[in-house]
């Protein structure tokens, strides 16, 4: 990804990919589709999968589609988070090294 600072701030030169929740339910490979979400992006579509099941207005098929969808969001999540862990956990050993 490239970046490019301008005053004092990064600036992503690259497209953020962003996805709806359409686009999610229709997908035939969700986990593909969820490659290269951002994290805010991520949790907005588990929040609408969450309230969606919760208003009660889904058939059964269709909750079942959202909650194996959210399944898929929640390990991207958790992937994202776990990748942000380890970039601290390597600026924390950097910074105690100096």
Do not use: C, W
């Amino acid at each position: 990804m490239k970046t490019e600072f301008l005053n004092g701030k990064e600036e992503n030169m690259a497209k953020e990919k962003k996805i709806g929740l359409e686009e999610l339910l229709k997908s035939e490979d969700p986990a593909k589709l969820m490659s290269g979400i951002k994290f805010e992006n991520g949790m907005h579509l588990l929040e609408e999968l969450v309230a969606q099941v919760e208003e009660g207005g889904l058939d059964l098929e269709k909750a079942m589609m959202s909650y194996e969808r959210g399944i898929v969001v929640l390990d991207h999540l958790r992937e994202v988070l776990s990748r942000a862990e380890q970039k601290l956990q390597v600026v924390q050993s950097d910074a105690s090294g100096r």
